[in-house]
């Protein structure tokens, strides 16, 4: 009888073949995993600074002062409804549009006393943040006779502010306000 001595290294090459071929897929797969985790936290800072570039834009509109204008945009280009202001990579202002990698444009538009501001910040025509806002310029002061009548002041919400008392303490409040009621 022949006798056929099989070789172990055969079947150590072939087992060490299986086990090299297992961690090559799954360092493929965890290689795509954290390229897709990169890609995720850059488009996440992308969105945030949109967020905060348009909403510093929405604070200055429904602050005080003419609606308007680009006060606190030292580089924005006027347009026909609005005005554009453009950024670099590293979100700093900048004057030239063709440097710009993102681009923030507020439009305009009125109804009555209602002047509404539609503010979009996009990166290469893809919009990334977009908010709309609105500020009521408050009731047009009424003629009487020949001078004007003098307003009351008065605080955001539509009520008069009124000199403060002092309390039993003899401190006084913060501010008053009480609402007109008509």
């Known amino acids: 009888m022949i006798e056929i001595k099989s070789s172990k290294t055969k079947l150590f090459l072939i087992e060490l073949i299986v086990v090299i071929f297992f961690f090559a897929i799954s360092s493929v797969v965890c290689v795509n995993l954290f390229a897709n985790a990169r890609l995720m936290s850059l488009n996440s800072t992308e969105t945030t600074n949109a967020m905060l570039r348009a909403q510093a834009a929405a604070e200055m509109f429904r602050g005080g ?59 290469g025509g893809a919009e990334l943040f977009h908010i709309d806002t609105a500020r009521y310029l408050g009731p047009r002061p009424q003629i009487v006779g020949a001078a004007s009548c003098r307003l009351r002041p008065q605080n955001r919400r539509g009520g008069v502010l009124r000199p403060a008392t002092p309390n039993r303490r003899g401190r006084r409040p913060r501010r008053h306000v009480t609402p007109i009621i008509r």
Do not use: C, H
């Open 65 to 123: 002062g003419d609606p308007r204008s680009a006060a606190g945009f030292n580089t924005a280009s006027a347009n026909a409804n609005g005005y554009t202001v453009y950024y670099d990579r590293s979100w700093a202002q900048i004057q030239d549009e063709g440097l710009s990698a993102y681009q923030m444009d507020v439009a305009f538009s009125e109804e009555a006393r209602l002047i509404k501001a539609s503010i979009t910040v996009q990166k």
